[in-house]
């Protein structure tokens, strides 16, 4: 399978590039042929993760979709469930219908809402580490997905993505992630100046995803290992995949996008200032990233309280550069000597809603977007960078993908149990799994 050459194409073309092995089940019923760019069934949505992140992609659903409306949810917590469903009922009158039945909590809550028959699309928005084997199993339940960056945060979730994705074009149900960049028109805009030849051949890049400080919350009274790392899952590796997967894949994933694939190889540093004592995140790492064509990306994520940041990215070619900011910065190429030869503006609100709107418009038109590859692509390529820092060696694509043993999954999770005692990487000591 060749890696190093996918693409994500524009919102005016999605629907005649997306390959789907069927029509879609939606809740039973199948929409086929003609009849399917007409459809305009109801589409029913669960939600599995009702935080913040939860909460804000399903209202971006709710707000841009018509004729969707969310009819279950699962949590850790019952608390966290009913607050979704209040917040978003008064919000969205007549979208949201979740019974008291349909409130699900505990690890195994994602399970009922996979269960569920009246559950037709489900949103999953919780810590990444859970996200592969979550997909995989809405996939085989024959729901419609959509999956919230990163979707794995190590070579066996990566695996596993690999193979729901190939799962879903068979089944023919949808997988959508939360990479908004590939659908905000400063984003998609750019891209194709590059690929028509504005800038040149690319000859480099350089992308930064620095911030200041990151959330921590402290240990309660009475809870167990299992408890309290989920509970503080961001600084917990096998929840989070640390900040280079967890927060600036958003950034890698532009560059694979830019590149037209995952790269060849990583090397890089990092370390620790800042974090806690008992968090295993480091707050700093630059990566040196090859691409295929000997094209070399530098790339540095950092949250450090008090720095200055950075989030943006730029493609130096032979004939000009582009500059691709991130959130709502907008996108500018301009010529070698630096006068600006061509701008777009974009919003990244309208890309949070788009994907969501894409998503259910590809549904009903029986062509779904199946789409997890390229952002397992991306994810893992955040892996890459973290495991050649981390252990302080050159790591190749070839091996993280196809040799590489990491599983960071807990063989038996129980919400009750020991977790090992919280270690961080040290380069030279940390060892190439």
């Not at 469930?81 to 349909?102: M, N, P």
């Not at 695996?159 to 729901?164: E, M, P, V």
């Not at 989070?240 to 590149?259: K, L, T, Y």
């Amino acid at each position: 399978m060749n890696t190093h050459h996918d693409s994500q194409p524009g919102r005016r073309t999605f629907l005649k590039t997306t390959a789907a092995a069927s029509a879609p089940l939606l809740a039973g019923r199948v929409v086929r042929g003609q009849e399917a760019a007409q459809d305009t069934s109801e589409v029913r949505i669960g939600i599995v993760g009702a935080g913040g992140r939860g909460t804000g992609a399903l209202n971006d659903s709710l707000t841009i979709n018509d004729n969707v409306k969310v009819v279950a949810v699962a949590d850790l917590t019952e608390q966290k469930g009913q607050r979704l469903r209040d917040i978003l009922g008064r919000k969205h009158e007549g979208k949201v219908a979740i019974d008291d039945t349909a409130i699900h909590t505990g690890l195994d809550g994602y399970q009922k809402v996979l269960e569920d028959p009246n559950v037709d699309l489900v949103i999953f928005a919780t810590p990444p580490g859970f996200r592969p084997r979550h997909i995989a199993e809405a996939v085989e339940a024959g729901k419609h997905v959509f999956a919230e960056k990163p979707t794995c945060v190590d070579p066996a979730g990566y695996r596993i993505c690999l193979a729901a994705h190939e799962e879903a074009e068979k089944r023919g149900t949808a997988i959508v992630t939360g990479t908004q960049y590939r659908r905000q028109i400063n984003y998609i805009e750019a891209v194709k100046q590059i690929r028509d030849g504005a800038i040149g051949d690319i000859i480099s890049a350089t992308s930064r995803y620095c911030s200041t400080g990151i959330w921590f919350k402290n240990r309660q009274e009475d809870m167990s290992d299992t408890e309290y790392q989920i509970f503080n899952w961001m600084h917990y590796v096998w929840l989070s995949g640390d900040q280079i997967a967890e927060q600036a894949v958003h950034n890698i994933d532009a560059m694979n996008w830019v590149m037209g694939g995952a790269p060849e190889s990583a090397y890089g540093s990092g370390g620790r200032f800042t974090r806690p004592e008992t968090s295993e995140m480091w707050d700093s790492m630059s990566i040196d990233y090859v691409y295929p064509g000997n094209r070399t990306l530098s790339f540095m994520c950092r949250q450090i309280p008090g720095s200055t940041g950075d989030n943006s990215n730029t493609i130096y070619g032979t004939e000009g550069i582009a500059h691709i900011g991130a959130m709502s910065q907008g996108s500018k190429i301009t010529d070698r000597d630096g006068k600006e030869i061509w701008p777009k503006k974009g919003r990244i609100s309208d890309a949070y809603k788009q994907e969501h709107k894409d998503l259910v418009d590809s549904i009903r038109a029986g062509q779904p977007i199946v789409e997890l590859k390229q952002t397992a692509d991306s994810s893992l390529t955040a892996v890459l960078g973290r495991v050649a820092a981390y252990t302080g060696r050159r790591v190749t694509w070839e091996f993280l993908t196809e040799q590489s043993q990491l599983d960071l999954y807990p063989e038996a999770l129980d919400w009750t149990a020991p977790r090992p005692e919280s270690q961080h990487a040290v380069p030279g000591q940390t060892k190439l799994v």
